[in-house]
């Protein structure tokens, strides 16, 4: 409608360019500015990299002070082009869904065809108790889901591939901890305040799961991973004493009793400490964690 309208002529002869509706620019995938640049985004995310440069700074502004400043060159005002435009509803709206390809009404027999670069997506095991491990990784805060599992060109691409995908968790942070993750069998980790802000990339909890990680025991979290945490089965737990962060190494081994969930107790072996851990969940998300999931958890019910 946008065309017909004339209003894309208008915005491609001021120069826009025309990009996909998907993340793109959002996680650096292209129109990355130079080194040392800043460039304005209209977009929810300025964390460190995310324009694709690693040392690039970033304004987030409102879509009028981005179109204002990409016409002069330099950060301007909106108001001062002129009178705010009216746009006008159209009183219907088209619909073209001929490029949708629906999917069949009985897909039992539908074979599932794979390329090289796509694979089935794991599924955890159902919850173990007590958990077992050695804390794998110790993160300070803010922790976003960009530092857990990095996007961008080079990994994007991997998506659909989990095993091919975990090779790069955590790599800003420690880039051995897919490798120390795969050796130990699995573990957990060790966060301070706010753990997985940013974006709600599923992946941030998928690879962890697939790497192994039990469980991660954070003086807070952010409400999105919080959530993805508890729909692949690693349970998310605080500390009920924030100091027992400091009290926990790298590489120490834990015990975590998660009983009913009403009192759960971790226990330091390498230090002979006691922790009391709480946690922040629903009835539903009991559920899904007893399960390993929520994939388990619907694929159990359908088994019923």
């Known amino acids: 409608m946008i065309v017909k309208d004339g209003y894309l002529k208008n915005i491609v002869d001021a120069g826009g360019r025309i990009l996909e509706c ?23 995310r300025n964390f460190k990299g995310r324009s694709g440069t690693k040392d690039a700074d970033i304004y987030l502004v409102s879509p009028e002070v981005a179109v204002a400043s990409a016409l002069n060159g330099f950060i301007s005002d909106p108001r001062k082009l002129g009178k705010y435009p009216k746009i006008e509803m159209p009183d219907k709206f088209e619909i073209n869904d001929n490029m949708f390809i629906f999917p069949t009404e009985d897909g039992k027999d539908v074979e599932i065809i794979r390329g090289p670069n796509i694979q089935p997506v794991p599924r955890n095991e159902g919850l173990k108790d007590p958990l077992k491990g050695f804390v794998l990784l110790k993160t300070g805060d803010n922790i976003t889901t960009d530092d857990i599992m990095p996007a961008g060109a080079k990994i994007l691409p991997l998506r659909s591939n989990i095993p091919k995908i975990s090779e790069y968790a955590f790599e800003r ?21 706010n753990y997985g802000q940013g974006s709600s990339r599923e992946h941030a909890a998928i690879v962890p799961m697939f790497l192994g990680v039990k469980a991660v025991i954070a003086k807070s979290f952010a409400r999105i991973h919080h959530a993805n945490l508890v729909n692949f089965g690693i349970v998310p737990l605080t500390f009920s004493d924030e100091k027992d962060y400091d009290r926990i190494d790298f590489d120490d081994e834990l015990v975590i009793e998660i009983g009913d969930f009403s009192n759960i107790v971790c226990k330091n072996v390498t230090k002979n400490q006691t922790y009391k851990l709480n946690k922040n969940l629903l009835g539903r998300d009991l559920e899904l964690l007893k399960a390993g999931g929520a994939l388990n958890y619907v694929y159990n019910k359908m088994r019923r």
């Open 22 to 44: 998907t993340c793109g620019p959002c996680i650096g995938m292209g129109q990355a500015p130079k080194s040392g640049g800043t460039s304005l985004r209209t977009f929810n």
């Open 173 to 193: 942070i420690d880039k051995d901890f897919p490798s120390r993750a795969k050796s130990k069998g699995g573990g957990f980790i060790i966060a301070g305040s």
